[in-house]
């Protein structure tokens, strides 16, 4: 039996790194050599047991954001073959619940996610059915190309919040939310404001994306945006932090019929104070988006193509497998760590910020 080395998270706050058989796929799906697996936030969520449906699938082995290489193809595949760069949808809704059969498969009764719930990509290898496999463009780099999944969930937030051509955006969180911000630009937002507390941070928006910056630790932002704005407030507000604290300025800053896009997940217990007499009098609205799905896979692997966003300034390192544990908790210590890759094959680090 082929083995490979799969990093398995035995029990909330604990990454074993093992030697487990390689997935074996059936006709329909394609085993994909991982050649970068992304950590995103929601994998410290994961690690330290914080969603009690993803607890119910340990032992799992996390890890969403993949771009691999494809290694073997099931019979059913069509347009596929080994030695493909690709990425893949991780999305598995039932396609039979309420919300499916309406067209909502984000929000899935039971709902799916390979890396999340299933077995993902922090490993050698990742079994994808073959439907949900998307070919990486020639012009597109494996580095920028693991960068897709956290796109497409940018990507979808932008579709929901729908901000126009001269409308002013507010980003609260300057992590994946400089990546928010060049989306906004795209749609041609004036001005593009990011709100932080980390000034290296505050910085790169400012080199990257931003019109102005707004460090919270110098800076009252409700007060600064309402300036910024000539005291009307911000047309869109999206919120990339997951406080309730923020979201309750993001409420304040966002103008008379603005709208808060929701993209930063809080704790469950968490509560936000916000009054209700403003969604009714001010008409302010709020709408939330919680991943990417579908066809944003193909719209991200576009836009990177064509060079419309940049996700390079965000990826500040590539460790080896090995190293996964020791990162999740660097990642919580240092601010400096946005975006960091896992490879399988990295014998040793790779450091691309500073
Ligand atoms: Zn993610
Ligand atoms: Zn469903």
Not at 87 to 112: A, N, V
Not at 132 to 159: G, R
Not at 190 to 207: G, H, S, T
Not at 308 to 332: A, C, G, N, Q, Y
Request: charged residues 25%.
């Amino acid at each position: 039996m082929r083995t490979m080395r799969a990093q398995v998270l035995t029990e909330p706050n604990h990454f074993e790194l093992k030697e487990v058989p390689v997935p074996e796929i059936n006709d329909d799906e394609v085993l994909v050599k991982v050649k970068y697996c992304g950590i995103c936030g929601s994998d410290w969520g994961s690690y330290i047991g914080k969603y009690a449906d993803e607890v119910a699938c340990i032992p799992l082995t996390t890890g969403h954001e993949v771009y691999g290489v494809i290694e073997e193809v099931g019979k059913s595949a069509q347009g596929l073959k080994v030695g493909d760069r690709v990425t893949y949808d991780i999305c598995k809704p039932c396609g039979t619940c309420y919300h499916c059969r309406i067209g909502e498969p984000l929000l899935c009764t039971e709902f799916k996610q390979i890396g999340i719930h299933l077995d993902g990509g922090f490993a050698e290898y990742v079994k994808v059915p073959w439907k949900n496999i998307y070919v990486v463009p020639d012009e597109v780099s494996d580095e920028k190309a693991a960068f897709v999944e956290p796109l497409t969930a940018c990507l979808n937030a932008s579709h929901k919040m729908d901000c126009t051509i001269g409308r002013s955006v507010v980003v609260i969180g300057a992590g994946l939310g400089i990546m928010h911000a060049q989306l906004a630009k795209l749609r041609g937002a004036a001005p593009v404001i990011v709100v932080d507390a980390n000034a290296d941070r505050l910085k790169m928006a400012k080199e990257v994306v931003a019109d102005y910056t707004i460090n919270v630790r110098e800076t009252d932002p409700v007060e600064e945006v309402m300036r910024l704005t000539n005291g009307v407030g911000a047309d869109f507000v999206l919120e990339a932090v997951g406080s309730s604290k923020t979201y309750e300025q993001a409420f304040k800053m966002v103008r008379k019929g603005g709208k808060v896009e929701a993209f930063g997940i809080c704790a469950e217990d968490d509560y936000a104070s916000l009054p209700p007499v403003e969604f009714v009098t001010s008409e302010k609205k709020i709408s939330g988006s919680c991943a990417g799905i579908g066809y944003d896979w193909g719209d991200a692997l576009t836009l990177l193509k064509y060079d419309r966003v940049d996700p390079m300034p965000l990826i500040s390192m590539i460790v080896p497998l090995e190293e996964l544990e020791e990162t999740l908790h660097e990642i919580k210590k240092n601010p400096k760590l946005i975006k960091v890759l896992v490879s399988p094959e990295a014998k040793e680090r790779t450091v691309l910020y500073e």
